[in-house]
């Protein structure tokens, strides 16, 4: 099986190229690796073509296939896709599933068609989201658990004990990537929204918000449902707490990001700006 890798990305201050994990172990065990900047690239579909792979998997690729690549292997292309099909097809599949509230998610293997995370799935697994998950903490279990899925999908194709079966009509959402604008605070919104716009957020792209009229990101915050004294954006600082109002009850700031400086405590960083009485955040 093989597949192309992203090409190498810079890195760092000083921006060097450099290559992702999977072409390192790939470099390491002798293996070609073929970096295409466009899938559709006549010199990569040549050399696919004259290695002939029986089945190419795919995860992350974050490109479309174009139907030249996708008629070269006998047995397809399968993707590793993070949500339970047809739920969540898109990009920013974990991301999504945090923020719209969901309590279960999971992994799709599926047959690759040229339609939007369409094709048939092969196999699943399914992953709680707790209560505090980030999407870097939800991300970093699926990929454990999506590995074995997908190394169980591959052999399951090589010894034909395996059939794709096509997804459902009913229950397709749509995951777009989560732009800067998405992630932007709207304080008027409940804070269990608020809470899960962040969580989702992070670590990439980092939800956020405006005081004094700089961007301040938050890293982490929690819903305080004793706080309902609060109007949306009003912010409330004590020795050790900082509490911003939503449309509902408050949410505790945890750790926030000041523009041009690192992530700290929100009570740090309160005490060093001097919160004034009637402030607020996203004027």
Same mark, same amino acid.
């Given at each position: 099986?093989?597949?192309?890798?992203?090409?190498?990305?810079?890195?760092?201050?000083?921006?060097?190229?450099?290559?992702?994990?999977?072409?390192?172990?790939?470099?390491?065990?002798?293996?070609?690796?073929?970096?295409? &900047?466009?899938? #559709?690239?006549?010199?990569?579909?040549?050399?696919?073509?004259?290695?002939?792979?029986?089945?190419?998997? &795919?995860?992350?690729?974050?490109?479309?296939?174009? $139907?030249? /690549?996708?008629?070269?292997?006998?047995?397809? *292309? &399968?993707?590793?896709?993070?949500?339970?099909?047809?739920?969540?097809?898109? /990009?920013?599949?974990?991301?999504?599933?945090?923020?719209?509230?969901?309590?279960?998610?999971?992994?799709?293997?599926?047959?690759?068609?040229?339609?939007?995370?369409?094709?048939?799935?092969?196999?699943?697994?399914?992953?709680?989201? #707790?209560?505090?998950?980030?999407?870097?903490?939800?991300?970093? $279990?699926?990929?454990?658990?999506?590995?074995?899925?997908? /190394?169980?999908?591959?052999?399951?194709?090589?010894?034909?004990?395996?059939?794709?079966?096509?997804?459902?009509?009913?229950?397709?959402?749509?995951?777009?990537?989560?732009? !800067?604008?998405?992630?932007? !605070?709207? *304080?008027?919104?409940?804070?269990?929204?608020?809470?899960?716009?962040?969580?989702?957020?992070?670590?990439?792209?980092?939800? *956020?918000?405006?005081?004094?009229?700089? #961007?301040? =990101?938050?890293?982490? !915050?929690?819903?305080?449902?004793? $706080?309902?004294?609060?109007?949306?954006?009003?912010?409330?600082?004590? =020795?050790?707490? !900082?509490?911003?109002?939503?449309?509902?009850?408050?949410?505790?700031?945890? *750790?926030?990001?000041?523009?041009?400086? =690192?992530?700290?405590?929100?009570?740090?960083? /309160?005490?060093?700006? $001097?919160?004034?009485?009637?402030?607020?955040?996203?004027?």
């Amino acid at each position: 099986a093989c597949g192309p890798a992203r090409p190498d990305a810079p890195a760092g201050r000083g921006r060097r190229l450099v290559a992702s994990p999977v072409a390192e172990r790939a470099q390491e065990a002798g293996i070609e690796i073929l970096r295409p &900047v466009k899938p #559709r690239d006549p010199e990569f579909l040549e050399r696919l073509r004259e290695i002939a792979p029986d089945c190419c998997p &795919v995860v992350a690729y974050g490109a479309l296939l174009p $139907r030249a /690549a996708l008629d070269i292997p006998d047995r397809g *292309w &399968v993707n590793l896709h993070f949500s339970l099909l047809p739920a969540w097809r898109g /990009a920013a599949p974990v991301q999504h599933a945090i923020m719209a509230g969901d309590e279960i998610t999971g992994a799709s293997t599926f047959l690759i068609e040229e339609g939007l995370d369409s094709g048939p799935v092969y196999g699943t697994v399914t992953e709680e989201i #707790r209560p505090t998950d980030t999407s870097g903490d939800l991300l970093t $279990r699926l990929a454990f658990a999506g590995a074995g899925l997908l /190394a169980a999908t591959m052999d399951g194709i090589e010894d034909g004990t395996l059939k794709a079966v096509p997804q459902p009509a009913d229950g397709i959402t749509l995951a777009p990537k989560v732009s !800067v604008a998405d992630a932007r !605070v709207d *304080w008027s919104a409940p804070a269990l929204r608020v809470d899960r716009l962040v969580r989702g957020c992070a670590p990439a792209p980092g939800a *956020w918000t405006t005081f004094r009229g700089e #961007r301040l =990101k938050l890293v982490q !915050v929690t819903p305080a449902p004793d $706080r309902t004294d609060l109007v949306p954006g009003r912010l409330a600082a004590g =020795k050790n707490n !900082v509490y911003a109002g939503t449309g509902s009850h408050a949410v505790e700031l945890l *750790w926030v990001q000041p523009q041009g400086k =690192k992530p700290m405590r929100a009570a740090d960083w /309160a005490r060093g700006v $001097r919160i004034g009485a009637e402030e607020t955040v996203g004027g």
